[in-house]
Each structure stands twice: as structure tokens, then as C-alpha cells.
């Protein structure tokens, strides 16, 4: 069974960079893209952007200047990097694996999301 | 981006109802559409993926389909276990979208 498990800082200050990490079991990362979504408290999901197991990165543009996603195959696991962080921020942060095929790329499964709180 | 419209933001219903959301995309996005459910305090879980086909092990009360831009997700016989937060997503183009939800309660 496929295990997603997000980890990392629940507080960061504001103009510092958000780290986290999720850690993949029961799966090689080899073969999927990854990705990495949040949700703001009370609202609804955004995606951050993806990364191809052979390192390639799409990101969403309103986050580009930002986010650095990044693959380690030795540990198999992911990683989210967000600088310059706001309240704005503050969310809980998913990550997961993205099966794609010619009608479409669909995530399945989620890790369970780590809450990040952007203040000082 | 892609705009994706999802009504109603909100539905109140009853064990045993039939249920529809709808997802307007603002633009063509073939059948890339995907629909989650999210229960309260926990991860979206994917129902259905490419517009309508079901995911393994998801029950069969669980339907989707598309016409043009419009997708609608159908839960017919609501179940206790069904009242959750339910998002359409588009993955035809980057961004990747979400809708902003439907929350389904009790009646």
C-alpha cells in the first residue's frame, strides 16, 4: 500500500522559507511525477506544483518565483521549498503521487498534510 | 488559468438522496477532470478520474460524466459516510485548478 508522509517545521517567521518533505512508502518514486498541493485553513485546495521523478518541474505560476521542488532518490522522497513566506502562507501542505495517461493526470494517493503557520 | 465553476457551494440533504454537483470549466478541457472528496480533518481521496471513470474501490453509487465543459459528479443514495466537502480539478493545463468545493451536510 502506498504511503505519503509529510514532515517538517508547523511554524515558520514571515520572510523565511517553508521546508518540508514527504517521504514515500510502498512506491518508488521512479515512474510518477509528484506533487505538492496546500489548503489554506477553512478553504479550498491549490496546487503548488509537480516534479517528474527524472527531476523535471512544473510550477504553478503564481507561486514560480518562490517554490523549488526537488526529488532524492536515495531516500525516496520529495521535498517543497517555499521562500519568502506570509501569512498568506499558512496552510496545510499535501503532497501526492500523480498517475497520468492520455485522459488525463488524476492524484491518488494523498499523504495525510502537515499544517505550516506562517508567524513570528 | 482555468476557471472552474462548481455549484452549489453548498447542499443540504438526507441518507438515501441523489445528489449532483456540477464543474463548469471556463475553456475546453477535454476529459481532464477529476473529482475528490474530502472529509472533515482529513486528505482528498480521489472518486474519479478522466471525467467519469471510477476509481478502484470506490462505491458504485459514485457516477460522473461531461458534456462539452459541464461535469457533473452524481452520488445516487447519499450514505452517512458521504457528507464531505467534494472538488472537481482540472489537469488539462498549468495550472492545475481546483473548483472551490461543495460542501455536503445533513438536511
Known amino acids: 500500500q502506498v504511503q505519503l508522509q509529510e514532515s517538517g517545521p508547523g511554524l515558520v517567521k514571515p520572510s523565511e522559507t517553508l521546508s518540508l518533505t514527504c517521504a514515500v512508502s510502498g512506491s518508488s518514486i521512479n515512474g510518477y511525477f509528484w506533487s505538492w498541493v496546500r489548503q489554506p485553513p477553512g478553504k479550498g485546495l491549490e496546487w503548488i506544483g509537480r516534479?517528474?521523478?527524472?527531476?523535471?518541474?512544473k510550477y504553478n505560476p503564481s507561486l514560480k518565483s518562490r517554490v523549488v521542488i526537488s526529488i532524492d532518490m536515495s531516500k525516496n522522497q520529495l521535498s517543497l521549498k517555499l521562500t519568502s513566506v506570509t501569512a498568506a502562507d499558512t496552510a496545510v501542505y499535501y503532497c501526492a503521487r500523480e498517475h497520468t495517461s492520455s485522459s488525463g493526470d488524476w492524484f491518488d494517493p494523498w499523504g495525510q498534510g502537515t499544517l505550516v503557520t506562517v508567524s513570528s | 488559468d482555468v476557471l472552474m465553476i462548481q455549484s452549489p457551494p453548498s447542499l443540504s440533504a438526507s441518507v438515501g438522496d441523489r445528489v449532483t454537483i456540477t464543474c463548469r470549466a471556463s475553456e475546453f478541457i477535454s476529459t481532464f477532470v477529476n473529482w475528490y472528496q474530502q472529509r472533515l480533518g482529513q486528505a482528498p481521496k480521489l472518486l474519479i478520474y478522466?471525467?467519469?471513470t471510477l476509481q478502484s474501490g470506490v462505491p458504485s453509487r459514485f457516477s460522473a460524466n461531461r458534456s462539452g465543459t459541464d461535469f457533473t459528479l452524481t452520488i445516487s443514495g447519499l450514505q452517512p459516510e458521504d457528507f464531505a466537502t467534494y472538488y472537481c480539478q482540472q489537469t488539462y493545463s498549468n495550472p492545475f485548478t481546483f473548483g472551490p468545493g461543495t460542501k455536503v451536510d445533513f438536511k
Open positions: 478522466g471525467a467519469s
Open positions: 516534479i517528474h521523478y527524472r527531476g523535471d518541474t
